[in-house]
């Protein structure tokens, strides 16, 4: 074999290694240990917890509430699945905001913010996205052990009594937008909008384990 078919054997090596890597972080993964998780038909918890933005405001969940109820999303830096599904965080956050509802996104992983997932790393995310909704710190993962979350991104959709109408994944499909059959957060948000019951009222989230401070 010659040295330029060693090089180029090489770099398309490399490259599997890499698509390998990137599908195995994509694979459904086990379901984490169990949380008391929040059902639908349940108030949502903590609504006057002060939660720090990377804006440097405080806001709380009462706070972020629209007329017509609230959107959490939890969400971090630091996973595969945000990356997936992050661009469809503006179109859900227009949609919100286009009907009355309030939208904040919360990144849980206390246990990973000297890894990625702290306030300055946020900040940056959050300017280099054009999030144009509150992105903020859970504080020792508080918020999501209440609504007993356990993955990024995982969605929560409360009504205007804030009565929980909706939780689970934002779609079907993490991958490809262009293949979505089912947008399960989207028929959801124009569902409690329109007063009509909402199509799916759970679903089964896909992303990555929430790191607590315990991981």
Same mark, same amino acid.
């Given at each position: 074999?010659?040295?330029?078919?060693?090089?180029?054997?090489?770099?398309?090596?490399?490259?599997?290694?890499?698509?390998? $890597? @990137?599908?195995?972080?994509?694979? &459904?993964?086990? !379901? =984490?240990?169990?949380?008391?998780?929040?059902? *639908?038909?349940?108030?949502?918890?903590?609504?006057?917890?002060?939660?720090?933005?990377?804006?440097?405001?405080?806001?709380?969940?009462?706070?972020?509430?629209?007329?017509?109820?609230?959107?959490? $999303? @939890?969400?971090?830096?630091?996973? &595969?699945?945000? !990356? =997936?599904?992050?661009?469809?965080?503006?179109? *859900?956050?227009?949609?919100?905001?286009?009907?009355?509802?309030?939208?904040?996104?919360?990144?849980?992983?206390?246990?990973?913010?000297?890894?990625?997932?702290?306030?300055?790393?946020?900040?940056?995310?959050?300017?280099?996205?054009?999030?144009?909704?509150?992105?903020?710190?859970?504080?020792?993962?508080?918020?999501?052990?209440?609504?007993?979350?356990?993955?990024?991104?995982?969605?929560?959709?409360?009504?205007?009594?804030?009565?929980?109408?909706?939780?689970?994944?934002?779609?079907?499909?993490?991958?490809?937008?262009?293949?979505?059959?089912?947008?399960?957060?989207?028929?959801?948000?124009?569902?409690?909008?329109?007063?009509?019951?909402?199509?799916?009222?759970?679903?089964?989230?896909?992303?990555?384990?929430?790191?607590?401070?315990?991981?």
């Amino acid at each position: 074999m010659s040295s330029l078919q060693t090089i180029r054997y090489g770099i398309m090596h490399r490259r599997s290694l890499q698509a390998i $890597l @990137f599908a195995l972080l994509l694979l &459904p993964l086990p !379901d =984490a240990p169990a949380q008391d998780r929040l059902a *639908v038909g349940s108030k949502v918890p903590l609504v006057d917890l002060p939660l720090p933005g990377v804006d440097g405001d405080t806001i709380t969940l009462a706070a972020a509430a629209g007329e017509n109820g609230l959107l959490v $999303l @939890f969400s971090s830096n630091t996973c &595969p699945w945000v !990356d =997936a599904w992050e661009d469809r965080y503006r179109v *859900v956050a227009e949609t919100a905001r286009s009907l009355g509802i309030g939208m904040v996104v919360v990144n849980p992983n206390a246990g990973y913010r000297d890894r990625g997932d702290g306030p300055a790393e946020m900040r940056a995310r959050a300017e280099e996205k054009g999030y144009a909704f509150p992105y903020v710190v859970d504080p020792d993962h508080r918020l999501a052990d209440a609504f007993g979350a356990e993955r990024t991104p995982e969605v929560f959709l409360f009504d205007g009594t804030l009565t929980l109408v909706y939780e689970g994944a934002i779609d079907d499909s993490p991958r490809d937008p262009e293949a979505v059959q089912q947008p399960y957060l989207l028929d959801a948000l124009h569902a409690l909008a329109e007063g009509r019951p909402v199509p799916a009222a759970s679903t089964r989230s896909m992303g990555c384990t929430i790191r607590r401070t315990q991981d």
